[in-house]
């Protein structure tokens, strides 16, 4: 019971997104009913009945351009944040359906010309529903079926033939506007899936594309579309930072000794292992061979850059370990440049940190500052 109640109260946030599109629809015609219905009740209907309805019906327009704002801003219609408002979007309907089914029992004694005007009015609300709130089965049932039900009893009781004829069209009526609105939620689903899987293939080539396939690291272009990126945000945040280059120590040798497979493995480990000295807003890359970049933001000293470079010096006093109980002693050689110190463009970083590389190898370092 308490499940069916979250489900009626709180339906799938994913089909509401869906309703996205037909908010501009969904809003003028709610306030055409609104308007074309407060003229046919005012002179039927007690006022506080019709002005608390009308008032109803305008806080429900209001909640579904709050959330429709906030499924646009958050991107993700399972946000917590959108719970609360969902729940009062839901409520706000299903009372108005349940003021609707009270209109007519206002309009007993009306001429049957405004009967047939109410009449019309729950026609075409209950196909307007259709693409109001169709995607959302619990509340086009909470919505529509009371308004139907008494507008059905109240024709069923009148004596001419005529209004029975009506009440048995009410019933077709509804009928085929249930069919409809389910064929609709299940055409929006339908676009969707395809939408989200369009979506997941495009992300899925987009990351193959930008991934170095042995390490998993982002390969070259996605690593200069970043910096490129960063740097304008840079320019503006004036954030300093710090480019590492970073090289593997005779990895020629360790290939011609050991063999690409152990090559591989090497370039595996350092990778796993630099990734340890980082922290989740940094980026680290494989340029190309066994040469790495990394980009450590907010660094404001070279005394924060140094105690990086020693600890990623420490990342690998330990062998890596090789099968059958062999193992291998790895070093790096790091070339740092800082911004803006040592450059404000990528070209110029790239170059002063790749210098700074060759100057530790040549001496024998573990890491070198650009001069």
Same mark, same amino acid.
């Given at each position: 019971? #308490?499940?069916?109640?979250?489900?009626?109260?709180?339906?799938?946030?994913?089909?509401?997104?869906?309703?996205?599109?037909?908010?501009?629809?969904?809003?003028?015609?709610?306030?055409?009913?609104?308007?074309?219905?407060?003229?046919?009740?005012?002179?039927?209907?007690?006022?506080?009945?019709?002005?608390?309805?009308?008032?109803?019906?305008?806080?429900?327009?209001?909640?579904?351009?709050?959330?429709?704002?906030?499924?646009?801003?958050?991107?993700?219609?399972?946000?917590?944040? &959108?719970?609360?408002? &969902?729940?009062?979007?839901? /409520?706000?309907?299903? %009372?108005?359906?349940?003021?609707?089914?009270?209109?007519?029992?206002?309009?007993?004694?009306?001429?049957?010309?405004?009967?047939?005007?109410?009449? #019309?009015? %729950?026609?075409?609300?209950?196909?307007?529903?259709?693409?109001?709130?169709?995607?959302?089965?619990?509340?086009?049932?909470?919505?529509?079926?009371?308004?139907?039900?008494?507008?059905?009893?109240?024709?069923?009781?009148?004596?001419?033939? !005529?209004?029975?004829?009506?009440?048995?069209?009410?019933? !077709?009526?509804?009928?085929?506007?249930?069919? #409809?609105?389910?064929?609709?939620?299940?055409?929006?689903?339908?676009?969707?899936?395809?939408?989200?899987?369009?979506?997941?293939?495009k992300e899925h080539?987009?990351?193959?594309?930008?991934?170095?396939?042995?390490?998993?690291?982002?390969?070259?272009?996605?690593?200069?579309?970043?910096?490129?990126?960063?740097?304008?945000?840079?320019?503006?945040?004036?954030?300093?930072? #710090?480019?590492?280059?970073?090289? %593997?120590?005779?990895?020629?040798?360790?290939?011609?000794?050991?063999?690409?497979?152990?090559?591989? &493995? !090497?370039?595996?480990? !350092?990778?796993?292992?630099?990734?340890?000295?980082?922290?989740?807003?940094?980026?680290?890359?494989?340029?190309?061979?066994?040469?790495?970049?990394?980009?450590?933001?907010?660094?404001? /000293?070279?005394?924060?850059?140094?105690?990086?470079?020693?600890?990623?010096?420490?990342?690998?006093?330990?062998?890596?370990h090789l099968e059958?109980?062999?193992?291998?002693?790895?070093?790096?050689?790091?070339?740092?440049?800082?911004?803006?110190?040592?450059?404000?463009?990528?070209?110029?970083?790239?170059?002063?940190?790749?210098?700074?590389?060759?100057?530790?190898?040549?001496?024998?370092?573990?890491?070198?500052?650009?001069?």
């Amino acid at each position: 019971m #308490a499940k069916f109640l979250r489900n009626f109260i709180m339906p799938d946030l994913r089909r509401l997104q869906t309703q996205i599109s037909l908010y501009d629809t969904a809003f003028a015609g709610q306030l055409l009913v609104l308007s074309f219905a407060t003229v046919i009740f005012f002179d039927h209907v007690p006022p506080s009945l019709l002005f608390g309805w009308a008032g109803l019906h305008l806080g429900n327009l209001y909640l579904r351009y709050r959330l429709t704002g906030q499924i646009k801003t958050l991107n993700d219609p399972k946000d917590p944040h &959108l719970q609360p408002l &969902l729940g009062l979007y839901s /409520a706000s309907l299903i %009372v108005t359906g349940l003021l609707w089914a009270l209109m007519p029992f206002f309009t007993v004694n009306t001429p049957p010309l405004y009967l047939f005007l109410i009449y #019309a009015l %729950v026609i075409s609300l209950t196909f307007g529903a259709t693409m109001f709130i169709g995607p959302l089965p619990t509340l086009f049932f909470s919505y529509i079926l009371p308004m139907n039900l008494t507008m059905f009893g109240e024709l069923i009781i009148k004596t001419h033939p !005529v209004f029975h004829a009506a009440a048995l069209f009410l019933i !077709v009526n509804f009928f085929f506007a249930t069919k #409809a609105a389910q064929m609709h939620a299940k055409n929006l689903m339908t676009m969707l899936d395809q939408k989200e899987q369009a979506m997941a293939l495009k992300e899925h080539f987009e990351h193959k594309a930008n991934t170095d396939r042995l390490t998993g690291l982002p390969n070259r272009e996605k690593f200069f579309s970043h910096f490129e990126w960063m740097l304008r945000d840079t320019r503006k945040s004036r954030h300093p930072f #710090a480019l590492f280059f970073i090289d %593997v120590n005779d990895f020629k040798g360790i290939n011609d000794t050991y063999g690409h497979d152990v090559g591989d &493995l !090497v370039l595996k480990t !350092v990778a796993e292992r630099l990734r340890h000295a980082l922290r989740e807003e940094d980026l680290l890359a494989r340029l190309s061979g066994d040469e790495f970049v990394m980009i450590v933001k907010e660094i404001n /000293a070279k005394e924060r850059a140094k105690e990086i470079a020693k600890r990623i010096k420490h990342l690998f006093d330990e062998p890596i370990h090789l099968e059958e109980g062999d193992y291998i002693t790895v070093s790096l050689s790091i070339g740092i440049a800082l911004y803006p110190d040592h450059g404000i463009t990528a070209k110029t970083l790239m170059r002063h940190a790749d210098e700074a590389m060759y100057y530790a190898k040549r001496n024998h370092k573990p890491y070198a500052f650009f001069k």
